[in-house]
């Protein structure tokens, strides 16, 4: 709904493993991310033409 495939996302949470047993008696596991906040950090390509200097135009993240 807030976002399109590709568009660069952070998201600051926790990542929570899980594991069951499936009704044939197999292992399974789970790997569910529980956002607690999430930062846009690009905009849709359809929204590009609004406010040119919000879209991130570069493909690293300077540290």
Avoid: T
Avoid at 35 to 57: G, I, Q, T
């Amino acid at each position: 709904e807030h976002c399109e495939k590709g568009m660069k996302v952070l998201v600051h949470g926790r990542i929570h493993y899980s594991k069951w047993i499936d009704s044939m008696g197999n292992d399974r596991y789970g790997c569910e991310i529980i956002a607690e906040k999430v930062d846009f950090l690009s905009r849709p390509k359809s929204a590009e033409n609004e406010n040119p200097e919000l879209v991130d135009r570069d493909d690293e993240i300077p540290f």
